[in-house]
């Protein structure tokens, strides 16, 4: 048998800091109210020359180096992005050109916001179980400030920048032991961002029905949850950590008590991250792989989901 496995992490925030506080001069709003309903502190915002690709190369070449790859030992690269720098070339080309190297398959992919990057992952671990490449490159890489607006006080206070990368490569034991997506397009009104006009994709900013999508996230990750741990045979005592999609710490404890996990055992990083859309699971998974929390041979369940609505976990030996 021939599995993937995680080989490397990265993870790049911008510089500029923008806090619940400057916030209060902007919207009205309060840091209380931030940070009562969402846990979130403070997010970070990309410079006016950065964008989705600056951000991609930094955190992919911190995940090659902890590989110890090189970038033409990559095979695939798979960029998840809602917040492209351009419609084409896609975003994973202009990385591959800022790489150095050429000939790779490279897309990006948009499942939706903030579950693309489940997607990218098991799309890179389906790859390499059948054998057709040896190492992907999967980045989030997302430049939410740039499409939200900054005068909705419901949105705006939600989301920040930032990329993640995983570089995942061919093992014989496991490894990533199983992924699952999902997706219901009849949801599509809880959060959506449309195009200006499709001549000129100029994007208008996010709307969001955040009660209802809010209410949706919980059932939908209950029921991921228990998928995933049947289709392993697992137990909820079996996992070692919870790395999720960073959207609301309310979300995040709901889901830890569905699983039975206490608070330590779940990556959270949203209250200085804020929700960095497809970028937030690679982001948590680094930073917790860095710090020492995350050791191998752990069990990791990821999960994530975002318009469309689209979701997906993983579950993975590390
Ligand atoms: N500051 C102060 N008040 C605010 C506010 C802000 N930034 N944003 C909204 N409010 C107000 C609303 O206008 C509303 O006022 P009203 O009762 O006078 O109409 C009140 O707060 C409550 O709004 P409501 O939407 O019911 O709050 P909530 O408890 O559902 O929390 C969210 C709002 C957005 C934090 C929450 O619904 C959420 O996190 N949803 C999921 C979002 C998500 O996951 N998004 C990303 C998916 S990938």
């Given at each position: 048998?021939?599995?993937?496995?995680?080989?490397?992490?990265?993870?790049?925030?911008?510089?500029?800091?923008?806090?619940?506080?400057?916030?209060?001069?902007?919207?009205?709003?309060t840091?209380?109210?931030i940070?009562?309903?969402t846990?979130?502190?403070?997010?970070?915002?990309?410079?006016?020359?950065?964008?989705?690709?600056?951000?991609?190369?930094?955190?992919?070449?911190?995940?090659?180096?902890?590989?110890?790859?090189?970038?033409?030992?990559?095979?695939?690269?798979?960029?998840?992005s809602?917040?492209?720098?351009?419609?084409?070339?896609?975003?994973a080309?202009?990385?591959?050109?800022?790489?150095?190297?050429?000939?790779?398959?490279?897309?990006?992919?948009?499942?939706?916001?903030?579950?693309?990057?489940?997607?990218?992952?098991?799309?890179?671990?389906?790859?390499?179980?059948?054998?057709?490449?040896?190492?992907?490159l999967?980045?989030?890489?997302?430049?939410?400030?740039?499409?939200?607006?900054?005068?909705?006080?419901?949105?705006?206070?939600?989301?920040?920048?930032?990329?993640?990368?995983?570089?995942?490569?061919?093992?014989?034991?496991?490894?990533?032991?199983?992924?699952?997506?999902?997706?219901d397009?009849k949801?599509?009104?809880?959060?959506?961002?449309?195009?200006?006009?499709?001549?000129?994709?100029?994007?208008?900013?996010?709307?969001?029905?955040?009660?209802?999508?809010?209410?949706?996230?919980?059932?939908?990750?209950?029921?991921?949850?228990?998928?995933?741990?049947?289709?392993?045979?697992?137990?909820?005592?079996?996992?070692?950590?919870?790395?999720?999609?960073?959207?609301?710490?309310?979300?995040?404890?709901?889901?830890?008590?569905?699983?039975?996990?206490?608070?330590?055992?779940?990556?959270?990083?949203?209250?200085?991250?804020?929700?960095?859309?497809?970028?937030?699971?690679?982001?948590?998974?680094?930073?917790?792989?860095?710090?020492?929390?995350?050791?191998?041979?752990?069990?990791?369940?990821?999960?994530?989901?975002?318009?469309?609505?689209?979701?997906?976990?993983?579950?993975?030996?590390?």
């Open positions: 048998m021939r599995y993937s496995k995680i080989l490397g992490t990265g993870g790049y925030l911008p510089e500029k800091v923008l806090t619940n506080h400057d916030l209060e001069k902007m919207v009205d709003t840091d209380e109210w940070v009562t309903r846990g979130i502190h403070q997010r970070h915002i990309a410079a006016d020359d950065e964008n989705a690709v600056t951000m991609a190369e930094q955190a992919g070449r911190v995940a090659l180096e902890a590989a110890g790859l090189k970038p033409d030992d990559i095979d695939m690269i798979i960029v998840t809602t917040t492209p720098h351009m419609v084409f070339p896609s975003t080309c202009l990385l591959q050109e800022r790489f150095g190297i050429s000939g790779c398959a490279a897309f990006d992919l948009n499942a939706s916001a903030c579950a693309g990057f489940m997607y990218g992952f098991s799309i890179a671990d389906q790859f390499i179980r059948s054998g057709m490449i040896k190492h992907a999967v980045i989030g890489s997302e430049v939410m400030s740039r499409v939200v607006d900054w005068t909705d006080r419901s949105t705006c206070v939600l989301f920040g920048d930032g990329a993640g990368a995983v570089v995942l490569g061919p093992t014989a034991e496991p490894g990533v032991l199983s992924t699952h997506l999902h997706a397009g949801h599509k009104d809880v959060l959506y961002l449309p195009l200006g006009n499709n001549r000129t994709p100029n994007l208008e900013s996010v709307k969001m029905m955040g009660n209802q999508l809010f209410k949706l996230a919980v059932n939908i990750l209950g029921d991921l949850f228990d998928e995933t741990l049947e289709a392993n045979q697992m137990q909820k005592s079996d996992i070692d950590w919870l790395v999720p999609h960073q959207a609301n710490i309310r979300i995040i404890q709901a889901m830890a008590k569905k699983l039975e996990l206490p608070l330590d055992r779940v990556v959270t990083t949203l209250d200085k991250q804020s929700n960095t859309s497809s970028a937030s699971i690679p982001l948590a998974l680094d930073e917790a792989i860095r710090d020492g929390r995350i050791q191998r041979g752990q069990l990791l369940l990821m999960e994530g989901f975002g318009g469309g609505l689209a979701w997906g976990s993983a579950l993975v030996r590390y």
